[in-house]
């Protein structure tokens, strides 16, 4: 189940988002828009979801959180971008925490 975010999300949509890799979740954050697209197999999938919604591709970035460790990363191959990000990785700080506050303002408790 892949599906965009805009407001906290319930309960019982996170969980069949999660049903995609057993408690993983992979997200992409439009971190101007404050939304984000979760769940699927692929970064990609949400990328291009978000991108027929209205987003920029400068704005995407690609992250994770496992449901039952709480722990979130931020290893995707659509952050790989030689001009504006030179890793898999969030390199920016400033970034990596936007996206880290959205991911926990639309998906954590």
Request: hydrophobic share 40%; no cysteine.
């Amino acid at each position: 189940m892949l599906v965009i975010i805009r407001s906290k999300v319930d309960p019982e949509i996170l969980k069949k988002i999660a049903e995609d890799l057993r408690g993983y979740i992979k997200v992409v954050v439009d971190v101007r828009r404050k939304t984000l697209a979760a769940g699927g197999e692929k970064h990609v999938d949400g990328e291009q979801l978000l991108l027929k919604d209205g987003s920029r591709q400068e704005d995407l970035w690609g992250a994770g959180l496992d449901l039952e460790t709480g722990e979130m990363d931020f290893d995707s191959l659509i952050n790989l971008r030689p001009t504006q990000n030179r890793s898999r990785e969030i390199l920016d700080e400033k970034i990596r925490k936007e996206t880290a506050e959205i991911i926990q303002s639309l998906l954590k408790d």
